[in-house]
Nanobody
Framework: VQLQACGGGLVQAGGSLRLSCAASGSIFSINVRGWYRQAPGKQREFVARITSGGTINYADSVEGRFTIPRDNSKNIVYLQMNSLKPEDTAVYYC?????????????WGQGTEVTVSS
């Protein structure tokens, strides 16, 4: 599975951005698609995820501000980020979990940088 993320940039606090993550390759057994982020000097943390069945989970820090819509026809998952705060500044990574009868595979996109100015 190859993941291509884009959509990052510089935005003022209170603004919005939409990240996109396009998947290609062996996408037929993808179970979970999600987003993580890593702020400078911090560990990578979970942001949001959506399962193949449509179950969605959000980190407490983004609940109510971020959503994770998807376009199955294009194999794209988005991260719609509203009411952005300076603490949302990070490199955002898309993530995929793919399950086969033998094992589970995890894939990461290249990261897209989001900077929120105060």
């Amino acid at each position: 599975v190859q993941l291509q993320a884009c959509g990052g940039g510089l935005v003022q606090a209170g603004g919005s951005l939409r990240l996109s993550c396009a998947a290609s390759g062996s996408i037929f057994s993808i179970n979970v698609r999600g987003w993580y982020r890593q702020a400078p000097g911090k560990q990578r943390e979970f942001v949001a995820r959506i399962t193949s069945g449509g179950t969605i989970n959000y980190a407490d820090s983004v609940e109510g501000r971020f959503t994770i819509p998807r376009d199955n026809s294009k194999n794209i998952v988005y991260l719609q980020m509203n009411s952005l705060k300076p603490e949302d500044t990070a490199v955002y990574y898309c993530n995929v979990l793919r399950t086969t009868p033998i094992r589970e595979y995890e894939y990461w996109g290249q990261g897209t940088e989001v900077t929120v100015s105060s």
